[in-house]
């Protein structure tokens, strides 16, 4: 972020290239699950009755994928999501020491090297906190994509 903000255009260079391969390890697997569930779940929403009228109706094909099939295709997804964060937050731990990061996953697991209790208390309390607000978010986000899920 300083060499953005700087204008030192190398130095941005070489930060992103070294944050390719870990955004890689990190990101593969939960981008193929959710891609993965959200392909089946679009094929079978193309069975369903109010598919068939949008288009018997006349509406185009992007018309009908993103107004009608798409909403309903993502509350499966969804589902899948606050766990998928879960383990894109969890995994950060291994991506740090592997990749020689400093960050607070990296600390974590030296803190569990040295058998030191309160940073590893502290630190469990902060990610049980990310986790538990990511499975919110996810459960707020149902009441936009399907409005009969509303609470009263």
């Known amino acids: 972020v300083d060499a953005l903000l700087t204008g030192n255009w190398p130095v941005l260079a070489n930060a992103s290239a070294h944050l390719v391969l870990p955004a890689i390890t990190l990101g593969l697997f939960s981008t193929a699950v959710l891609l993965r569930m959200t392909r089946s779940s679009m094929l079978e929403m193309l069975g369903q009755d109010y598919v068939r009228t ?47 990061f400093p960050g607070s996953g990296r600390e974590y697991v030296t803190a569990i090297g040295n058998r030191d209790y309160s940073m590893i208390m502290g630190t469990t309390l902060i990610y049980a906190l990310l986790i538990v607000l990511a499975n919110l978010t996810v459960d707020i986000m149902y009441g936009f994509l399907d409005p009969r899920i509303k609470v009263k």
């Open 54 to 100: 949008a288009k018997a109706k006349g509406l185009g094909g992007r018309v009908i994928i993103t107004r009608h099939m798409l909403r309903n295709a993502l509350i499966p997804v969804m589902t899948i999501m606050g766990p998928a964060l879960a383990g894109l937050i969890t995994g950060s731990f291994i991506i740090e020491t592997m990749f020689g």
